[in-house]
């Protein structure tokens, strides 16, 4: 008989629950979060089992990994997207992996990407970056603050950054205070060349990264964490797919042509909506057919949504790219 297991992910436990064909549990238990008490649990009914869904918390990486090496079929659980009956009086860990296993056994699941757990390693390790990276910008605002509202004198992020830098300008505690921030920032900065030095070392230049670099605005290794926050091109079956999932789409509900609310605008990757905001605000700067594209959308509304249109057009440029094989045409792309 076909069986079919749901598992509710905490923090330090999870329950284990396992339905048969006609929905009657067979099997159910809250153990502790060790791969070897899942296994023990799940090896009396591995044969029979048609996959097992786990939900997409935060924490997934290691009970997935682990029951993956071990040959068990996983479906990864799109928690945002499955919805329960209005209805319900009661709801539970035990009745929320029950559901799991039974929307599995409907072929009705919503389930979202296991990204391959050698590339996923090297991805997390640019996310580590990106996160340094705006602690460093956080320390370079703080010191041109600082500056500023001190002594009414602009410093710009490029004098900072120079090796020989000093601040002459602040005196006393403000100065002490400043140059706190300088040598945090300094720190970042060499934090950041040793992931960068790393990454180049455990990933080969693909093809498509070669590809990715053609886009004005994209470098090594913003084209690298774009290449691996997108994973497999072709688990977008269109380019609106992949837009979205960069949050470069907007989030709003409609009806009669009036905004009448909005979405989880959340919802997508924020690292690969960071990636093509950057690339746009260095495009715009550099390739002029995109700074006229950028020119109109500020006339008509901001630079925070001019740029954000250009982020857009940048996504779906990197879509057709990667799937065709293409390098980039601004003209295409900004036609």
Not at 206 to 233: C, F, H, K, N
Not at 255 to 270: D, F, T
Request: with cysteine; glycine share 6%.
């Amino acid at each position: 008989m076909a069986l079919y297991c749901g598992i509710d992910l905490h923090s330090n436990n999870h329950v284990l629950v396992i339905n048969d064909e006609n929905d009657k549990t067979v099997f159910e238990k809250r153990i502790g979060n060790e791969l070897a008490l899942s296994l023990k649990y799940l090896a009396p009914f591995k044969d029979d089992l048609v996959g097992i869904a786990v939900e997409s918390t935060f924490n997934w990486y290691w009970l997935v990994d682990g029951l993956m090496e071990h040959g068990y079929k996983l479906h990864l659980v799109n928690t945002a997207a499955v919805k329960q009956y209005d209805g319900l009086k009661h709801s539970g860990d035990v009745k929320d992996a029950f559901h799991l296993a039974h929307l599995m056994k409907l072929g009705i699941l919503p389930t979202g990407y296991i990204y391959p757990k050698e590339q996923r390693m090297i991805r997390d390790l640019l996310r580590r970056r990106m996160q340094l990276v705006q602690a460093a910008s956080k320390q370079l605002l703080s010191i041109q603050n600082q500056i500023w509202r001190s002594t009414g004198i602009r410093v710009s992020a490029s004098q900072i950054k120079k090796k020989g830098f000093e601040i002459t300008l602040l005196s006393g505690h403000l100065k002490m205070a400043a140059d706190t921030n300088l040598r945090i920032y300094r720190s970042i900065r060499e934090e950041i060349k040793l992931l960068e030095s790393e990454v180049e070392k455990a990933i080969e230049e693909p093809e498509s990264l070669e590809l990715l670099q053609t886009m004005v605005g994209i470098g090594p290794i913003l084209g690298l964490t774009i290449l691996l926050e997108t994973g497999a091109v072709e688990r977008f079956s269109h380019v609106g797919n992949y837009a979205s999932y960069c949050r470069c789409v907007q989030s709003i509900r409609e009806s009669n042509g009036k905004k009448k609310g909005e979405g989880n605008a959340k919802s997508g990757n924020k690292y690969l909506s960071w990636a093509f905001s950057q690339a746009a605000h260095v495009a715009v700067r550099f390739e002029p057919k995109i700074k006229a594209f950028y020119d109109r959308k500020y006339q008509k509304r901001n630079g925070i949504v001019a740029i954000r249109a250009v982020a857009h057009k940048l996504a779906r440029a990197a879509y057709y790219m990667l799937k065709n094989n293409e390098r980039f045409d601004v003209y295409k792309a900004f036609g």
